[in-house]
């Protein structure tokens, strides 16, 4: 035996620097974070509930519409370290209410907390939706709003008991 053991392979995006994605993500042709900027504000707006859980927050873009009076708490979720301390340095104005959790959602969903609305935007492309579903079946949530927008202006919300 040569002492080769299974060594588990990172996520991929514990490697991904943040300011090469947010760069990339910006540029004129992806304009991906002006888009989810908009859709992110639309989502948090669109339904009468007080807690929110956003799957993938990256960096955080479109935070900046969480109303403070309307959101009790609002759980960033996001498999890198670096992308979590970035989102809590740059939304200190939302303390109380923004609480990050480093998640890996394909493995560790049961240390996910309650929330009534399940916002998972660009996180679908790496995942699919349909492991969305299955995940977030399985949630301790009692019952939640999944909210997906899609490229084409086309949005499904699902009630998820």
Known sequence: ????????????????KLDDYEKHMSLDSVKQLQTINKMMKEQFDAYQVNTAMIFGIAGGNGLEHVNKEKYQIVYGVDINKEYLEAVSGRYTDLSGVLQCLQVDLIKDTSKLPNAQL??????IEYIGYQ??????????NGKALLRIDFK???????GIN
Request: glycine share 8%; hydrophobic share 35%; net charge negative.
């Open 1 to 16: 035996m040569h002492g080769f053991g299974k060594r588990e392979m990172n996520n991929p995006w514990e490697e991904i």
């Open 118 to 123: 399940l916002i998972a935007n660009l996180l």
């Open 131 to 140: 492991k969305i579903l299955e995940e977030t079946e399985s949630l301790p």
């Open 152 to 158: 084409k202006g086309k949005e499904r919300t699902y």
